[in-house]
């Protein structure tokens, strides 16, 4: 069964980091890029960054560069994104998406995790 599971979201001060991973499993990860998106209350989906296949491409928003990194582990069939320096601003539920190429137009992903809530305040 196709699944992209994200976990590690959670409350965390200002300040602070957290890792996502999303989960792969039903297809074979290492033929898909990721990108991981994000929408807070009241606002629209955002991309926040993605990865080329082999993880050799990479991109990032605006917003958050410098401040994240996203990775992968095609063996583990793992995607992650390590939040450092986290913003209140950064408050949203966290996505994971799969495409045929690093891009930030969801309207190209073929799958969507369900999300994991990362909340960021003091």
């Known amino acids: 069964q196709l699944q992209l599971v994200e976990s590690g979201g959670g409350l965390v001060q200002p300040g602070g980091s957290l890792r996502l991973s999303c989960a792969a499993s039903g297809f074979t990860l290492d033929y898909y890029a990721i990108a991981w998106f994000r929408q807070a209350p009241g606002k629209e989906r955002e991309g926040v960054s993605c990865?080329?296949?082999?993880?050799?491409?990479?991109n990032y928003a605006d917003s958050v560069k410098g401040r994240f990194t996203i990775s992968r582990d095609n063996a583990k069939k793992v995607v992650y994104l390590q939040m450092n320096s986290l913003k209140p601003e950064d408050t949203a539920v966290y996505y994971c998406?799969?495409?045929?190429?690093?891009?930030?137009?969801?309207?190209?992903?073929?799958?969507w995790g369900k999300g994991t809530l990362v909340t960021v305040s003091s």
């Open positions: 998406a799969r495409s045929r190429y690093c891009t930030f137009n969801y309207n190209t992903m073929n799958y």
């Open positions: 990865i080329s296949t082999s993880g050799g491409s990479t």
